[in-house]
């Protein structure tokens, strides 16, 4: 599941900063480059005259080159395997859609791989949400092991937020995992694989093989996509989120621009986005755009190829990207939206697959697609700046650019591990799950039936897809399909901290207050002792850990703990039903050496509630509970007992209950690994074989 929306971007100006250089600099330069034509005029006469000694010299440096490059490929090792592990990660496939469907005969390749091999529901995480759940099922381990809890993480020191999927220093990416996957393990023993889009691979892993980042990828300003959206509209001061919105003024030409990486100049107080204008004329009915030479046209309802952008940075720095706009409307107003700006694959700003140009080689092969880690915009939906036509429009476009990709490489997979992960379902259950629950408050009985249906569609879509892959596959090889976690609506959203603030946990700076504003601004923290970020995280305001903390370590944390617990599964809502399932205190789901990062407590929602868009930053709203108005309806951010994901596989497995903790030991198990050296990588799943 790529979950976010909101989340997308925390701070509009957050992301990547890039320091221009300046005249002065520039100067000081053309006299290195002169002292350097100096030295290497002198080198050159040295070469002229003694050419003999020279050439003997080369020779040997050659001879050495030659020698070592030799030792370091036979060091390699030979792999023995000579089968096939395909994998396909098919997010948010539910067991309550997927078993009736199948007993309809409407998926008739997932009903084959069931009766050939196993079919069985899979155990998610612990929370199940798509960042965790994937990066346990490619480590084989639990967030105590590998370090991702949630999309949002949160700095004791300071309190300040961040998302956990990508981290940038000085302009270059840092992994975020804490330990090895799977394909790290199989490329040590010289074992192919083919990783495409798997969650939290930015920045790619070297491995033997390729790999295509996922989940995790930015856009060009840095952030997890924002769109844009220009509009003639009067000025509205109605909160965006996700993007940005540009009120102009509506003549025969609209002069407008795009926003891209911020820079920092010499001299300048504060860094500032670049920019790159461009103009929107009207012309009888449509548009046309004139962007850094470019021209193209738009009508209304119209989508438009990809437009390549190019913005300066510096001197010698330029970030190229790709994106899309659609025209929503021209009269009586002129509304044009513009996708997230993505990285170009032919020549991304920041390393987006292994080897550097895989991305590019593939770009020449199906043409220019969606790098962003999580390119549907599902935001700009709730924003209502697109449309549910124009959305699926978008899906359809990145699913066909990921089943490109995918055949291509299955067209010349002969032997190793290829993996590929397909997003679309779980976006279009969060999408159009209010088509399908009667008591979701935006269920509407007389909807197009295309929309009540859409869900299916695209489990019939996801069988498809399965149906060209197990033509691929022999009896000899190993074929895995599995979904993360399931899905459930999501009809009422609970503001966590508004909870703790009600009973006395949380206490702002203003007693007056009615609410305090997102990212923990209004927290009197020498007065808090808990609080809640992310889609369920409650914190205890820690002495010692956090920087204002006043709960005691020991006997006092766990007594605060237990207390929390005990009051939020006695919480009913209006209507009598508990809001939460369980509370989960973090020593019972968490374990390994970064468990000190762990939230004190994870709430497993009832059915039907989830952490409000405004608890994920740290908000804390008047209410307790409200109907959930958003058209984003379907959610899995609840206890995972009751959401849980799907397995099959082409072969028989030995474990009643599977987690997908268990998917990364199969795959060391089935491609050769002793069970000494998979013993000694300390999993917490275990082989199904």
Do not use: C
Request: without cysteine.
């Amino acid at each position: 599941m790529p979950t976010m929306a909101l989340v997308y971007y925390i701070d509009p100006g957050a992301g990547i900063t890039v320091t221009a250089v300046g005249g002065g600099i520039l100067a000081m330069l053309g006299g290195f480059f002169g002292f350097l034509l100096l030295f290497f005029k002198n080198i050159f006469k040295f070469f002229k005259s003694n050419k003999r000694i020279v050439i003997i010299l080369l020779s040997l440096m050659i001879l050495a080159g030659i020698y070592l490059t030799a030792r370091k490929y036979m060091k390699k090792p030979k792999s023995q395997f000579q089968n096939k592990v395909i994998i396909l990660g098919f997010d948010a496939l539910s067991p309550q859609i997927i078993e009736p469907l199948m007993a309809e005969g409407k998926l008739p390749n997932f009903a084959k791989l069931k009766q050939a091999g196993t079919y069985t529901h899979l155990n998610t995480t612990n929370p199940p949400q798509s960042p965790v759940a994937w990066t346990g099922f490619a480590t084989g381990k639990n967030p105590g092991k590998n370090g991702i809890y949630d999309f949002i993480t949160r700095n004791p020191d300071d309190y300040s937020l961040s998302l956990s999927l990508s981290e940038i220093k000085d302009t270059e990416p840092q992994p975020v995992k804490k330990t090895a996957s799977f394909w790290n393990y199989t490329s040590d023993k010289g074992i192919n694989n083919v990783i495409l889009n798997a969650p939290v691979t930015f920045p790619p892993d070297k491995i033997k093989g390729k790999m295509l980042s996922g989940m995790g990828v930015p856009d060009i300003l840095g952030t997890e996509g924002t769109f844009s959206f220009y509009t003639t509209k009067p000025k509205q001061k109605n909160k965006v989120t996700g993007g940005k919105v540009f009120y102009l003024q509506k003549t025969s030409q609209i002069k407008a621009n795009l926003l891209g990486p911020r820079v920092a100049r010499v001299g300048h107080k504060s860094a500032e986005n670049s920019k790159i204008p461009f103009t929107i004329s009207l012309n009888q009915g449509h548009v046309d755009i004139k962007l850094q030479n470019n021209r193209f046209s738009l009508a209304p309802k119209q989508w438009s190829d990809w437009q390549e952008v190019a913005f300066k940075l510096g001197p010698f720095k330029k970030a190229k990207g790709i994106l899309r706009f659609y025209l929503v409307s021209t009269n009586p107003r002129v509304q044009l939206y513009a996708s997230p700006i993505n990285l170009d694959p032919r020549d991304p700003f920041f390393p987006i697959s292994y080897p550097k140009n895989y991305s590019r080689q593939l770009t020449d092969k199906i043409g220019l697609f969606h790098t962003q880690g999580m390119p549907m915009d599902t935001w700009a939906v709730n924003e209502k700046r697109l449309d549910e036509i124009a959305f699926l429009e978008q899906v359809n476009q990145i699913d066909k650019e990921r089943q490109d990709i995918l055949n291509l490489e299955l067209k010349q997979f002969t032997n190793g591990i290829l993996f590929a992960y397909f997003e679309s379902p779980d976006i279009i259950q969060h999408m159009f799950w209010r088509y399908t629950d009667p008591q979701h408050p935006l269920y509407e009985p007389d909807a197009p039936k295309k929309y009540k249906t859409k869900i299916q569609d695209w489990y019939v879509k996801m069988d498809q897809i399965l149906g060209r892959v197990l033509k691929q596959a022999s009896d000899q090889d190993l074929l895995i399909v599995l979904s993360d976690h399931g899905m459930d609506s999501f009809r009422r959203s609970v503001h966590l901290n508004s909870w703790l603030r009600t009973n006395g946990y949380l206490i702002l700076r203003d007693s007056n207050q009615s609410s305090g504003k997102e990212l923990l601004e209004d927290i009197n923290w020498q007065k808090t002792k808990a609080y809640s970020i992310g889609f369920g995280a409650i914190y205890l305001n820690q002495k010692g850990r956090e920087g204002k903390g006043i709960v005691k370590p020991g006997k006092e944390t766990q007594t605060l703990k237990q207390e929390i617990s005990q009051k939020l599964l006695k919480w009913q809502d209006t209507n009598g039903q508990p809001v939460v399932n369980k509370v989960y205190k973090s020593e019972d789901i968490f374990w390994g050496d970064y468990v000190h990062e762990a939230p004190d407590l994870y709430l497993g929602f009832n059915s039907g509630y989830r952490a409000s868009w405004q608890t994920v930053l740290g908000t804390v709203p008047g209410k307790l509970i409200e109907d959930n108005l958003k058209k984003w309806s379907g959610t899995h951010l609840i206890d995972p007992q009751l959401v849980s994901g799907v397995l099959f596989t082409n072969k028989k497995i030995v474990k009643q209950s599977p987690s997908i903790l268990d998917i990364a030991p199969t795959i060391l198990d089935f491609t050769g690994f002793s069970k000494q050296e998979i013993k000694q990588i300390d999993f917490d799943g275990q082989s199904l074989l």
